[in-house]
């Protein structure tokens, strides 16, 4: 299961008042020989490099990131930072990271694995289950072969049209890519609130306007690459 790259995974499986592993990951644990490992009561969380791991207090996150952007902050936040301030304030924190990011976390007092992934979308996490495990990784290659999954070809079939799997879907039958959370939905279409769409426009280029600025005053050094292309 040696993969290039960063990966992060969890798992986690019911009965959590017992540290014994489940006998589906005996064989994968001594394949992540090497790499940086911490389980508790019903739960297994691993990272290959440990640069992309980090333990504070409580909490255990990690991301194939070795750094995140706290936006309301305007700083970078390393993953030893980022477990500080969950142990400080709790989840809160994540929700002022700016995109894209891609975080698992563990609270160990809790025995509760939490996977979030950036408000648009642009970090992938996938999970499948297998017998009585539930798995997380960056990595969809990693969960295939944990769980023996085959190709979907319906999903095959749209990725050929669109270039991209759409929504949950992934190259695998049983395996889900996550969702991030609908941050407009919540706040306007849900609510049916009737505000002006100059009103909501206004809105969003403000909350624009902050965010490019924090990233600004986090990195100021930062260099722009314009394609010449669609993404320009």
């Not at 389980?39 to 991301?63: C, E, F, P, T």
């Not at 499948?128 to 295939?144: L, Y």
């Not at 909501?200 to 394609?227: M, N």
């Amino acid at each position: 299961m040696q993969k290039s790259g960063p990966i992060v995974l969890a798992f986690q499986w019911p009965g959590g008042g017992t540290p014994d592993l489940p006998p589906q990951l005996e064989p994968v644990r001594a394949q992540l020989s090497g790499w940086v490992l911490h389980a508790g009561h019903g739960w297994l969380i691993a990272a290959k490099d440990a640069v992309n791991v980090a333990a504070m207090g409580d909490w255990i996150v990690a991301s194939p990131a070795s750094n995140l952007i706290d936006r309301d902050g305007a700083k970078l936040l390393s993953l030893q930072d980022l477990a500080a301030e969950l142990d400080r304030i709790g989840p809160a924190v994540l929700d002022s990271l700016a995109p894209p990011f891609r975080l698992l976390a563990v609270n160990r007092r809790k025995n509760q694995v939490t996977a979030r992934v950036d408000r648009c979308g642009l970090g992938h996490l996938f999970e499948a289950s297998h017998g009585p495990c539930h798995v997380i990784s960056s990595s969809v290659q990693f969960v295939a072969e944990f769980t023996e999954a085959g190709p979907d070809i319906a999903a095959l079939l749209d990725y050929s049209q669109l270039g991209v799997f759409p929504f949950a879907a992934t190259p695998y039958v049983g395996i889900r890519k996550l969702l991030p959370d609908d941050p407009w939905g919540t706040n306007y279409a849900a609510t049916g609130s009737g505000r002006p769409l100059k009103a909501l426009q206004d809105d969003i280029e403000a909350h624009f306007r902050a965010a490019v600025q924090a990233l600004l005053a986090a990195a100021p050094q930062a260099a722009l690459e314009l394609s010449g292309g669609l993404d320009s």
